[in-house]
């Protein structure tokens, strides 16, 4: 989750995630449908503790109670860009941030922006960039996997942390949250291409850009819908040819992503576009994304099935 990336002609933002909606719950119920018995049982148990598990996670869920777990997973993976619309968390990135009272079961009301991505420099240029500062990704996930196996009453709160576990990894799995590329035009960064600027495809309905991050979270589409998140989470998976081993340590998915974001991301130039003018979208880039997106969500799903069966069985 990074600073606002506005692609409307009206006077307000959508903000640029990770994958949106549709990509989380994929990745989540490729990750939920390879969990062995005794680990899903587990997480289950865990995703029932979480202090908004009546309110948000099982909010529309079919009734019956396998159904039930399994929407309650998927919905988990997405309470961490759920939670940055709701008015008992607050922005701890500004400045200025006022706290939240903090409620029964939260460690704290922190939205926790900075955790959904980590800024590796890319500098074609070599224009100087500044190292990577915590907390982000990386960080994160690297201490979450180490505490989220604690007892229910421990200080770590491992049923909070379930969701962001999950989040996160399928975060780093979208190549745009592993980077931010220096320019001599751009020497502050571009926000991992949240201020590269595109001519929308198709431009109707009044939207004048595009930001390239914004390009590649709806990489996939944006139909959330239980139908529609099976029915992708079958098909990424089958033509996916699985890893062997199994790759669960994330300092590579981080390098991965950087290798992705310079190759498949970042394949037009220097050129910026501003909002005023943007860049015209280099041919076949968002088909080129999809396909990029559908390896990375059944990457990311079954790398972190194989994550919880090993710390749960």
Known sequence: MRRP????????????????????????????????????????????HHPDYATILIRDSPPDPAGRARA?????????????????????????????????????????????????P????????????????????????????????????PAYELPWLVHIEEDL????????RYLKSQPMGDDGGNDVFFTPTGSAGGRLYEAMHTVWDNAIGRDT??????????????????????TTDPRKWLDEGFVLSVKAAYTFGLATGSKEMPREMPENYEANARSVAAVQ???????????LNALFN
Not at 127 to 156: C, G, Y
Not at 173 to 180: A, D, K, Q
Not at 225 to 246: C, G, H, I, M, W
């Open 5 to 48: 990336a506005v692609w409307l002609a009206f006077c307000f933002a959508l903000p640029a995630l990770a994958w949106n909606g549709a990509g989380h719950r994929v990745c989540a119920a490729i990750t939920y449908d390879h969990l062995t018995p005794r680990a899903r049982a587990r997480i289950d148990e865990l995703v029932r």
């Open 72 to 120: 309650a997973f998927i919905t988990a993976a997405t309470w961490p860009d759920i939670i940055r619309n709701d008015k008992r968390f607050y922005d701890d990135s500004k400045p200025d941030a006022a706290p939240m009272p903090q409620l029964p079961g939260f460690p704290d009301m922190k939205q926790h922006r900075s955790w959904h991505y980590i800024d590796v």
């Open 122 to 157: 890319y500098s074609p240029e070599g224009v100087p960039a500044p190292a990577p500062q915590a907390p982000n990704a990386l960080s994160e996930i690297t201490r979450m996997l180490s505490e989220v196996t604690k007892p229910f009453d421990d200080p770590a709160n």
């Open 173 to 180: 799995h979208e190549p745009l949250h592993t980077v931010s």
């Open 225 to 246: 819908s239980d139908a529609n998140v099976t029915r992708l989470a079958k098909q990424f998976e089958a033509a996916y040819v699985p890893e062997s081993p199994v």
């Open 297 to 307: 969500i059944a990457k990311a799903g079954l790398r972190m099935a194989a994550i």
